[in-house]
């Protein structure tokens, strides 16, 4: 009986830790895709802000808009920069529950840095026009 009872904690066991491990893959490749969705913009972030502290130089009432938009890119290209080594060590962590938790984080984390991106990048834009 206690032989019968091991084997069927153990099953549960295994069941539980691949769900888990599935779980984990998945969240990882969905938040993988943040990153790969938002990189390429990130990469431009600094050019954007070149050229609009240049168009606020040819037009001082422009100055204060621009240095709010310069802020954001700063702040949206900081924030890239300070969660892709997050990304690198959580792939490198051991399945289970634990790096499970942190990709639900990292996912909720990339999908602000890839809103606060865009955000950037489009008022970065509409002041170039």
């Given at each position: 009986m206690k032989k019968i009872l091991a084997s069927i904690i153990l099953l549960f066991a295994v069941a539980c830790t691949d769900k888990v491990a599935e779980e984990s893959a998945?969240?990882?490749?969905?938040?993988?895709?943040?990153?790969?969705?938002?990189m390429p913009i990130s990469m431009n972030l600094e050019d954007l802000k070149a050229n609009v502290m240049k168009?606020?130089?040819?037009?001082?009432t422009l100055k204060s808009t621009a240095l709010d938009i310069s802020l954001e890119l700063d702040k949206a290209y900081t924030s890239m920069e300070e969660w892709m080594p997050k990304l690198g060590e959580a792939a490198e962590m051991k399945d289970g529950e634990e790096k499970l938790k942190v990709f639900v984080s990292l996912k909720t984390e990339g999908e602000q840095i890839k809103q606060k991106t865009l955000d950037a990048k489009k008022k970065a834009e509409d002041f170039l026009k």
């Open positions: 998945k969240l990882k490749a969905e938040t993988f895709k943040i990153h790969d969705d938002v168009k606020a130089e040819s037009d001082s």
